[in-house]
């Protein structure tokens, strides 16, 4: 396994950690990186001294939080000081709250996307509807409309005065 940047905090400078690379001993407030080593050992560090060790062997988005330092509690600094391994697994309930929050309003987002295509749609369907009949589907239909109107009301639809009749078929038979 290889070393894993898992967070960069930050704590008040009065309450500052100890850089845990050997022989550094310096208190860190900004930018303080919790790291996983290879051997599953966990280590805080300066950025300086997280740059000395790491360099670019290691990949410097943090797993969790962002790049940018998150300013901790005093309770999390403690933790963060006392049990670095509890710190970590607090930090990773977090990030996963975090992504199933955004994965819960990506969901919502498409839902709406979705409700809003649909309704387009019928609104265009309902729009074709009020719409005159074309020449184009006046003729697909005009001859089931005319046999019914001779049917129907037994005059000869080629007559012009039962236009009007043939033309209420063809409105029925095209859904209008
Ligand atoms: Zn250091």
Request: hydrophobic fraction near 35%; aromatic fraction near 6%; charge should be neutral.
């Amino acid at each position: 396994m290889k070393s894993q940047l898992l967070a960069v905090v930050e704590v008040d400078k009065i309450d500052r950690v100890v850089c845990q690379a050997q022989g550094c001993g310096h208190g860190v407030y900004r930018r303080i990186h919790v790291v996983r080593h290879h051997d599953g050992r966990l280590g805080v560090y300066g950025s300086d001294c997280f740059d000395r060790l790491f360099g670019d062997s290691i990949d410097r988005t943090p797993r969790y939080g962002g790049g940018e330092g998150r300013l901790l509690t005093a309770e999390e600094r403690l933790m963060l000081v006392e049990n670095t391994e509890r710190f970590i697994a607090e930090f990773e309930a977090e990030h996963k709250v975090l992504l199933e929050q955004a994965g819960l309003r990506r969901e919502q987002q498409e839902q709406v996307e979705l409700a809003t295509r649909e309704c387009n749609d019928r609104l265009r369907a309902e729009e074709a509807r009020r719409r005159p009949p074309t020449p184009g589907e006046i003729a697909s239909v005009e001859r089931e409309a005319k046999a019914i109107v001779r049917r129907k009301f037994g005059v000869d639809p080629d007559a012009a005065g039962w236009r009007g009749l043939v033309m209420a078929e063809v409105r029925k038979l095209l859904g209008r």
